[in-house]
């Protein structure tokens, strides 16, 4: 090796580096052909190594097929003898004559046992449980302005939304750079957050007598390059169904798409669109990763008949016209449902409202750094302007979320006019009347900035509104984490709060706590976590970090509304 | 991660009754990773189904051993890496014919990467031979590091040696990878 540096580059940790190391390397290297071609080398091993190649899907069955599937029934039933014989032993001890008899029973029990697992075995059906999902749910279809089930009877979405954390977590070492960067500095996960779907919560979730979950994904955790792609697949199809035995439908969203999503955009949104991240509809990368991701995960659910559909983009954006504008939204829109119907024929997909399109030059639209009306010289400004496209097919049902009005549902600004918001859903319901009536599915909820008198009020006009247009609903949402750095109030709509974080954050000490550091405890008092805190999740000096926080009155309205509709 | 939890019950359900269900599950939660794992191993497309299916019939009757000191991830990866080893004593010699074409001509193509300055294919086989050519221990060590970012502790665990020992495998590959790159440059080859 001629460079004396490359020795130190070999030795390079990502994880152990220093940052001014680091930046020494980095200048090295950018000057250096040695170093330069080891390291493009080793990417090239990393991709090497990554790389999937393409493996006979039904290899498990192979396996199944050659392991003793009585290996493990037999055990049980040799744990049982065991103890039996563990508490006969004095007596065998005493009585010679009792073995005969011990005998006789133990070969009673064992013919029993081998019996009832044959009954076992021999009764099952052959399920492909990875493959398609044994449930009386059956696929969904769209017939008119309804959504029926298999036998043809309407069937209202009564449900709750799962939002999964898709939006991710804020981690060392990345997002801080982002954060100076001026983007997003949460990572969308590669891997699903176990706190968010535990054992708990499908119990929880099973007494609110939901009939569907919308089940929220980002695109990372279905990328063709995540390593953990497969067993992502394995974790949903448990999922869907664990949630199928307990008569609940899945419908998959995906909230965060590559590119510009909901979540990135709060900081994406004040950028001219020059340097704003593209989304799918602009970005033709985006876009096939977009398509790739759902034909993906098509092909693998095709078989699940209790998953409802597939909601295939959250709140999207119209590029202006430079970018294409309406016709290109329309046509990727169109084309991603062809592709996802080329592999399933019968699945509902759910058609998005976009909630914002980009100006165009000459048009005005609100600044809100300046906090006035400016006029597009082509820097793209956010038009906050809804509406529908329509997707030429069949078994669609148009999504709209409603979070009206907005100041006063996600701040508590004002309040709300029952007038306004009937309109607001008539508009829509006019619309897919105009097209020729398909249903449609509205996502809502309220922070919990508002009292909890309110938001009762609040639910109570909106189910009123939901009921006279016949449109089927998905509360947002079941459960978010809570802690010293997620404000409580303004925009927490979640029914459950989860400290996660908790054991880092406090100490518990004599029957009280105290914060770990000063920047918990300054967060923890600007987002009125140290109430919640104390009141919900500080029970005896023990922290029970999953919380219904008031939201009782909340589920309970919730599960009135789905009861009188199901 | 997820899959952890969910993993936890499928193997108390496999123990506890034998459910065969929750085996399949698991099986094809690690078959597409284990496959990818026994392949790079070795290089051979007709032996890696064999010897997957020979990991999993073992991973199903040692299923009792487990025990969570350990995550299971790292059980099975240890199990992979014992059976690959054996697999080598068996067939005493390594193969020659690589079946890469297709991984190498997939992984170039999908490069959109500018700072890479040769992007030919000749250029990735001979990168991968040097992999390919590492003693047993060194690449079982590097494959680990970069198939599932495995820790050195972790990767320690897998191999039954100590964590720095792993690191120092995983360093001598990376250098064997330099020193290699040298020759190629002096040959006129890269």
């Not at chain 2, 991830?73 to 690959?84: H, R």
Request: with cysteine; glycine share 4%.
């Amino acid at each position: 090796m001629k460079c004396s540096f490359l020795k130190e580059i070999i030795n390079y940790d990502e994880n152990s580096v220093s940052i001014d190391t680091n930046k020494k390397l980095q200048k090295h290297i950018s000057t250096c052909k040695e170093c330069k071609e080891y390291l493009e080398a080793l990417m090239i091993s990393k991709k090497y190594i990554v790389k999937e190649p393409e493996v006979n899907k039904n290899f498990y069955k192979q396996v199944l097929n050659s392991v003793d599937s009585n290996r493990y029934k037999k055990k049980k039933i040799n744990i049982i003898l065991m103890q039996y014989f563990e508490k006969l032993k004095p007596v065998i001890k005493y009585s010679l004559g009792s073995v005969a008899v011990i005998c006789a029973v133990v070969i009673i029990l064992v013919s029993k046992a081998l019996i009832s697992d044959w009954d076992i075995v021999g009764n099952k059906k052959n399920v492909d449980y990875f493959n398609s999902n044994e449930t009386n749910l059956n696929f969904l279809q769209t017939n008119g302005h309804d959504i029926i089930t298999a036998d043809g009877k309407p069937f209202k979405i009564n449900g709750i939304t799962l939002t999964n954390n898709f939006w991710g977590n804020w981690v060392e070492g990345v997002s801080e750079k982002l954060r100076i960067e001026g983007k997003d500095p949460v990572v969308r996960p590669q891997v699903q957050d176990p706190w968010v779907l535990t054992e708990n919560d499908f119990e929880r979730i099973k007494n609110l007598d939901c009939n569907t979950v919308l089940y929220g994904i980002n695109y990372e955790l279905f990328a063709e390059d995540n390593p953990y792609r497969s067993s992502n697949m394995a974790s949903l199809k448990n999922h869907i169904n664990n949630f199928a035995s307990m008569e609940i439908y899945t419908a998959i969203m995906l909230m965060a798409p590559p590119g510009l999503d909901s979540t990135n955009d709060l900081y994406e949104m004040y950028k001219p669109g020059s340097i704003r991240i593209k989304s799918v509809f602009e970005d033709d990368i985006y876009y096939s990763q977009w398509i790739n991701m759902w034909k993906y995960i098509a092909e693998e659910l095709k078989g699940f008949t209790s998953v409802a559909g597939y909601g295939i983009i959250n709140q999207p954006r119209v590029p202006s016209d430079e970018d294409g504008g309406i016709e290109v939204f329309t046509e990727r829109l169109n084309n991603i449902c062809k592709e996802i119907r080329k592999i399933d024929k019968k699945r509902i997909i759910f058609v998005p409202e976009y909630n914002s399109r980009e100006a165009n030059p000459g048009e005005p639209y609100w600044d809100s750094i300046t906090n006035s009306y400016k006029v597009d010289n082509g820097d793209q400004g956010i038009i906050w302007e809804r509406g529908f496209v329509q997707v030429k097919q069949p078994n669609i049902v148009y999504l709209f979320h409603f979070f009206e009005p907005y100041d006063f549902v996600t701040s508590g600004i004002n309040d709300f006019d029952t007038f306004a918001l009937e309109e607001q859903v008539e508009h829509r319901a006019n619309w897919v009347k105009g097209i020729g009536n398909s249903p449609m599915l509205v996502e809502y909820g309220i922070s919990r900035v508002n009292s909890i008198d309110k938001r009762l009020r609040w639910l109570e006009t909106v189910h009123t509104i939901f009921q006279k247009y016949g449109v089927s609903y998905s509360y947002f949402h079941y459960k978010a984490s809570a802690g010293s750095y997620v404000s409580m109030e303004t925009g927490f709509n979640a029914i459950y709060g989860e400290y996660i974080n908790w054991q880092n954050e406090i100490t518990l000490k004599n029957g009280s706590y105290v914060f770990n550091y000063e920047d918990a405890s300054q967060a923890a008092k600007e987002n009125n976590f140290v109430s919640a805190l104390e009141k919900y999740f500080l029970k005896d000096n023990v922290i029970e970090p999953v919380s219904l926080l008031d939201n009782e009155p909340i589920i309970d309205s919730l599960r009135e509304f789905w009861k009188q509709n199901n | 991660m997820t899959i952890m939890k969910h993993e936890d019950i499928l193997i108390s359900k496999i123990l506890n009754g034998g459910d065969m269900e929750s085996f399949s599950v698991l099986v094809q939660s690690y078959q597409v990773q284990l496959y990818n794992f026994v392949y790079k191993m070795i290089n051979s497309k007709e032996d890696t189904e064999d010897i997957l299916q020979e990991i999993f019939i073992k991973v199903y009757n040692n299923l009792y051993k487990y025990n969570n000191k350990y995550s299971f991830s790292t059980w099975v990866y240890s199990i992979a890496v014992n059976t690959v080893k054996s697999s080598y004593k068996k067939r005493k010699c390594r193969p020659s014919n690589y079946f890469i074409d297709n991984l190498i001509e997939e992984i170039s193509s999908s490069d959109n990467c500018p700072e890479l300055l040769i992007e030919s294919k000749e250029y990735y086989t001979k990168i991968i031979e040097v992999i390919d050519n590492l003693k047993e221990k060194q690449k079982t060590a590097f494959v680990l590091k970069y198939l599932k970012n495995f820790s050195y502790k972790e990767i320690g665990n897998i191999m039954c040696i100590s964590q720095e020992a792993a690191k120092m495998k995983v360093h001598r590959a990376k250098t064997i990878l330099a020193e290699k790159l040298e020759i190629l440059r002096k040959k006129g080859e890269l």
